[in-house]
């Protein structure tokens, strides 16, 4: 393969020996099943799993397969241009020595305004990470995840693996042929938005006890927005729609 050449990361996956897939997906069940056998488990030695370099080529190819991989952050550099121009190996080698060393610092979400639908006329607010960042948080999803689930309720389907709307909507449809005749529909103005910090944080740290985890989901919620005008924000609250950790942090909040 030529020096320059982009680097297929599904190949690259399938090539490393044992499989990173694999061993992500055994960490993953372990770590559910812990979680699930003692509810009051909190979670040390964590920062490991989200560095090692299995995990980052799983994070990457993730990130790689999102439709947001076309869009880039504050250093205008999107997934194609870390393929092209900087090589997917050399890109997580230099990562994981950044969060091994605690040199690793999130930098700010560029904000997006995009029209809600239904013709409303208002906007939602996205802010988009840099793909180093999004391999980061998508790193922590991978750990992170398989705890929490333990503790979400079976009746929640928002941001959840393996579940869809299409579950609610035959939950829903369940109940109404039992006799149920009510539906309520409601909506939390600017969930995402005003999440507030320290209590989100409070809930995290009842399952996960290391500090450098801890460090960097604080760090992502910290990272501050670089406005459309070009004005650079400090985040007091919420957590950016565009994170690839948002959903997840969201469900922490709400469960």
Not at 88 to 108: N, S, W, Y
Not at 196 to 213: C, N, P, Q, S, Y
Not at 243 to 253: K, R, T, Y
């Amino acid at each position: 393969m030529p020096k320059d050449a982009p680097v297929n990361v599904g190949a690259l996956l399938e090539q490393a020996p044992p499989g990173p897939r694999q061993r992500v997906s055994e960490m993953q069940t372990k770590l559910h099943r812990w979680a699930a056998a003692d509810v009051s488990r909190r979670f040390d030695d964590l920062f490991n799993l989200v560095h090692d370099p299995a995990t980052l080529l799983v994070a990457f190819d993730r990130v790689a397969g999102n439709r947001g991989a076309r869009t880039a952050g504050v250093d205008d550099l999107t997934v194609h241009d870390v393929e092209e121009r900087i090589g997917v190996p050399g890109f997580l080698e230099d990562l994981r020595t950044q969060l091994k060393t605690g040199t690793f610092r999130a930098l700010p979400v560029r904000e997006k305004k995009i029209p809600k639908p239904g013709g409303s006329g208002k906007v939602r607010r996205l802010g988009i990470p840099v793909v180093a960042d999004r391999v980061v948080q998508a790193a922590l999803k991978l750990v992170l995840e398989p705890i929490f689930e333990a503790d979400f309720k079976p009746v929640s389907y928002g941001f959840r693996p393996n579940r869809r709307a299409q579950d609610a909507m035959a939950e829903i449809h369940f109940f109404g042929t039992r006799g149920y005749r009510w539906v309520l529909d409601a909506d939390i103005r600017a969930c995402f938005d005003e999440i507030e910090h320290t209590a989100l944080m409070a809930r995290v740290r009842r399952r996960i006890k290391d500090k450098r985890v801890l460090g960097l989901v604080k760090s992502f919620l910290k990272a501050g927005v670089l406005t459309e005008l070009g004005e650079l924000q400090d985040t007091h609250t919420g957590t950016p729609q565009g994170g690839v950790i948002s959903p997840l942090l969201a469900n922490i909040a709400l469960s």
